[in-house]
């Protein structure tokens, strides 16, 4: 896990781009630091947090008498490909993941890149052939962002070392506008900073010598469908069986391990995966909010006792107000759906002072199995547009079983209500019928997995920490987006294979808290601040955005009212940071 940062250009490169970005992202890459100029106009550097090989042979910029790398992030099979390509006749003098990509990029080109298994950004360049190539992940969980102008490609890890290099930085409001109706951001090349873009998940962008400059896609993602049916059995087998080889392969590492345990289905199944089949020290850890409803340390540590664990407990204590919540915001880069940050970093800084580099978490199981309760309605919608009714209310009662009272407003609906919105003649109920599928699309590709993704990157490299994802391994994506509604939500629960795998090592207690909760902050006790109330007005008050001057009233006019959890809350969130964002980075 690293940082990365590149300068291309059609003249002599005459700045110190690199040096000044270096700066800015030190806590990705704390261990190394190095960069290379390749030629007069191609300059490439990088930033280590060591994992695999921990010897100086696995720093970079790596080269070759052909070529030149710098790459952040894992490829968790490179054991594998190594193997393949000493096949080949190619010979390696390291035991890191960055030379199989190199060597591996270098003799088959993008074809390649369909072999990796992995997390990644990275830039290739080719000396003989003087192209430039960034890439990025299938699924988008690390980032890379560009600035181009006629004559140069800037490209970094992050956003800031692009801003600071930016004579002047406006607020692109096509992306604030997304952000503000659906909470979406980092879907596509766009970013909160008009002329600074990212690379696109799954995409390869190719620059040659004379600037011209290809955009293409080398990963294709799959839809949600209803066209793959087993037996329920044989399915939560074939998802356990994925499952415990990604995990395999995302515990390959030579610093310490952890596991961030909720409590909740996501990471139990994970921790339980981990002690069932691998011989491996890895620490479990747990937030809690003592004295709340909201807790789940007791559940979380219940399960590591039973493996003969003890979960580290850790208290989020820190005092949030306005400056906590921007000098998060300075981290993030740009906003995300609420205030939540503050404790992600005291979860993971507690992590790192207990001498763990690695952690296994959850993201993207919820986006993937229809985790969250609005889903489960969908898929009652869906049985209702099928004319299924007896499913419909059974789908009902488990999107009403799986919201936790402090969380979610109670939506709970009757079949009357339902038709009212969605009977609009037959033609209308035939049409458009999955709409659990809809929904689980849209959470994947558009409105949650991508902010998410930047939140957590963020966030643990802030504090130099290497987050890895089991549920993102692109043989499970591909096979359970493959899978029909209801072998994804059962009646009874959402992510039914995942709670039949808890209940096949005896822990049907957790598979039967259908309760969605998650890695989550104290809610309530943000929402009742008074103080920090206060402080979001005279930051509103003081501002002047005239585009968004309707958006401030009516945050303004909720702050004024006692704020529950729900979209009021969320739609203040959004406002405020939108408007701390312009001050923290001075856009026009």
């Known amino acids: 896990m690293c940082s990365i940062i590149g300068v291309f250009s059609k003249e002599e490169i005459e700045n110190n781009f690199i040096e000044h970005g270096h700066s800015l992202m030190q806590h990705r890459g704390p261990e190394n630091s190095n960069h290379l100029k390749i030629k007069q106009n191609v300059e490439l550097g990088h930033q280590r947090l060591s994992i695999i090989d921990l010897s100086i042979n696995g720093n970079q910029p790596m080269e070759t008498s052909d070529s030149v790398i710098v790459f952040n992030g894992e490829i968790y099979n490179y054991i594998e490909l190594r193997e393949e390509l000493e096949k080949f006749g190619i010979i390696f003098t390291t035991e890191s993941d960055t030379e199989v990509l190199l060597k591996g990029f270098e003799m088959f080109g993008p074809d390649f890149l369909k072999k990796l298994n992995g997390m990644f950004s990275f ?7 003087e192209i430039l190539y960034l890439v990025r992940d299938r699924f988008g969980i690390k980032p890379l962002y560009y600035k181009l102008d006629d004559k140069t490609l800037l490209f970094a890890s992050e956003i800031k070392p692009l801003i600071n290099f930016s004579k002047d930085v406006s607020l ?23 002329d600074i873009y990212q690379v696109e ?46 995990i395999k392969i995302r515990l390959r590492s030579d610093v310490p ?12 199944v994970l921790y339980c ?22 807790d789940e340390f007791d559940a979380a540590n219940n399960l590591a006792k039973y493996y003969g664990d003890t979960s580290k407990k850790i208290l989020s204590e820190t005092d949030l107000n306005i400056n906590n919540i921007k000098f998060q915001l ?35 199981s919820d986006e993937l199995f229809g985790g969250y309760p609005y889903m489960i309605f969908g898929a009652s919608t869906s049985a209702l547009r099928s004319l299924k009714i007896n499913d419909f209310f059974k789908y009902q009662k488990a999107s009403k079983n799986s919201k936790h ?8 609906i009757n079949l009357k209500k339902v038709i009212g919105k969605y009977y609009r003649g037959i033609s209308n109920i035939l049409n458009n019928k999955n709409k659990f599928n809809l929904l689980m699309d849209e959470a994947w590709e558009y409105k949650i997995l991508p902010i998410v993704l930047r939140t957590f990157d963020r966030m643990t490299m802030a504090e130099s920490l290497e987050s890895r994802a089991p549920y993102l391994d692109y043989r499970l994506v591909e096979y359970v987006k493959s899978l029909p509604t209801h072998q994804k939500v059962s009646p009874e629960s959402s992510k039914t294979p995942l709670r039949e795998i808890l209940i096949k090592y005896g822990h049907d207690d957790l598979a039967n808290n259908n309760k ?30 005239p585009k968004l001057e309707i958006h401030k009233i009516k945050a303004l006019e909720l702050l004024e009212d006692d704020l529950k959890w729900g979209s009021d809350s969320e739609y203040v969130a959004k406002i405020v940071q939108i408007f701390l964002l312009v001050d923290l980075f001075g856009l026009k």
Do not use: M
Request: net charge negative; aromatic share 10%; proline share 2%.
């Open 172 to 194: 692109n409001y096509i992306s604030v506008n997304s952000y503000i109706k659906d909470t979406a951001t980092d879907y596509d090349s766009e970013t909160f900073f008009n």
């Open 330 to 364: 300075n981290k993030l880069e740009s906003p995300i759906w609420s205030f939540v940050a503050q404790s992600y970093q005291d979860v993971y800084k507690n992590i790192k002072n207990s001498g763990i580099t690695v952690l296994i978490e959850g993201h993207g």
């Open 273 to 294: 995966l981990i002690r069932e089949h691998f011989d491996v020290d890895i620490t479990p850890f747990t937030l809690s909010h003592p004295n709340k409803n909201t």
């Open 257 to 268: 391990l952890g596991i961030t345990l909720s409590g909740g289905v996501d990471s139990s």
């Open 123 to 129: 830039c290739f360049y080719s000396k003989a052939e």
């Open 405 to 412: 009272e402090s969380l979610y407003i109670d939506t709970d």
């Open 201 to 246: 998940r799954g995409q390869l962008i190719t620059v040659n010598a004379e600037f011209n400059i290809v955009k293409k896609k080398w990963y294709s993602e799959i839809k949600n469908n209803n066209t793959y049916q087993k037996k329920v059995s044989n399915v939560t087998e074939e998802i356990e069986n994925l499952l415990i080889d990604s």
């Open 516 to 545: 969605k909760l998650g890695f989550t902050s104290d809610i309530e006790d943000i929402l009742n601040n008074q103080k920090l109330k206060d402080s979001f007005k005279n930051l509103l008050e003081e501002s002047n955005l």
